[in-house]
């Protein structure tokens, strides 16, 4: 059974930053590109950050600069650092394996 498991959300002030993990079980995780989503209420789930296996990166162009996406195979556990937070970047935050899998998501919240 594939499991990903999201946390590290929570409510930060603009300007802050946190540090999104997803640690995910079932697969051969180190093949497996790796993504974070995120879905703001009323709008469409979009792409922030996306890690190949070999650690190739990408980033929406909004969150360039203050995201990074980051892996470890050896404990499957993917990250996302965001620093620089803003009120826009309020959302569901979500992990997925191979634009395949998912994790139920964590809410991040920039609020003053």
């Known amino acids: 059974q594939v499991q990903l498991v999201e946390s590290g959300g929570g409510l930060v002030h603009p300007g802050g930053s946190l540090r999104l993990s997803c640690v995910v079980s079932g697969i051969f995780f180190k093949i497996y590109d790796m993504t974070w989503y995120r879905q703001a209420p009323g709008k469409q789930r979009e792409l922030v950050a996306d890690?190949?296996?070999?650690?190739?990166?990408f980033y929406e162009d909004s969150v360039k600069g203050r995201f990074t996406i980051s892996r470890d195979n050896g404990i499957d556990t993917v990250y996302l650092q965001m620093n620089s937070l803003r009120p826009e970047d309020t959302a569901v935050y979500y992990c997925a394996a191979g634009k395949t899998w998912w994790g139920q998501g964590t809410q991040v919240t920039v609020s003053s």
């Open positions: 890690i190949t296996g070999e650690g190739n990166t």
